[in-house]
């Protein structure tokens, strides 16, 4: 059952919804905005439209949720594609007005090349563990034109150790979490976030050139990722 995407389907035909809850692999217990992800460009943080403003040429966004951030770009005049794996998810896009979706797993899609790779809101989140992201950052140069990039933001989450020792087993920033909603819950999945060190190292051992563009209050960051000339094909 897709409990996130019922959550979202609630929240955009009533406006509101119950409490979506968020169990991690931390031991904490969260809940979950939902009106976030239906933010006008207005609202979004500062982070988010800066990336908006980089955006060039054909744009993919992976992970577009409910689409706030494929329609800013559509509303601006960009040739535009919003991927999602949920299906709920890409029929609330349709309904928003996203005019190309593709719903599925980026890994299993096929796809034509753009100019932009987008992944806001921790979007490389969903490749789970360091080695997920880069087997993807291997696949992503067959879908960059040349002179394109990879744009997304993730943050360093030693914060969340403050009280325990960073785990040796795995990368600290592999997290599993699991939705509950109006008492169903969806099976357990693993999100990742990247430090600036390791991700410049994942970066540069896959061929890719990083820089990191912006760091706001919460030591959240917006990196682009671009390649060589001689490694794009």
């Known amino acids: 059952m897709d409990v996130f995407g019922q959550a979202l389907k609630d929240q955009f035909k009533h406006g509101k919804a119950d409490t979506l809850h968020l169990y991690t692999s931390l031991g904490d217990l ?50 535009v594609t919003a991927n999602d794996i949920s299906e709920a998810a890409c029929e609330i896009m349709r309904e928003r007005g996203v005019e190309n979706i593709l719903c599925g797993s980026i890994q299993n899609l096929q796809l034509e090349t753009y100019d932009t790779l987008l992944m806001l809101m921790n979007g490389i989140g969903v490749f789970g563990k360091v080695k997920g992201f880069s087997d993807f950052l291997e696949r992503a140069k067959g879908l960059i034109n040349e002179g394109g990039q990879l744009l997304f933001d993730s943050s360093d989450i030693t914060y969340a150790y403050e009280d325990a020792i960073l785990p040796t087993a795995n990368y600290f920033g592999e997290v599993s979490y699991q939705y509950e909603y109006k008492g169903n819950k969806g099976e357990w999945f693993d999100w990742l976030f990247i430090d600036q060190a390791t991700l410049i190292s994942t970066a540069y051992q896959a061929g890719w050139t990083c820089e990191v563009l912006y760091v706001d209050e919460n030591d959240q960051y917006l990196a682009r990722l671009f390649l060589p000339r001689s490694l794009q094909y």
Do not use: N, W, Y
Request: net charge negative; glycine share 10%.
């Open 30 to 79: 969260e809940e979950m905005p939902l009106d976030l992800f239906f933010r006008s460009e207005e609202e979004m943080p500062e982070l988010e439209t800066f990336a908006l403003e980089l955006c060039k040429g054909k744009v993919l966004d992976i992970g577009a949720g409910v689409g706030s951030h494929a329609l800013a770009l559509q509303q601006s005049g960009f040739d």
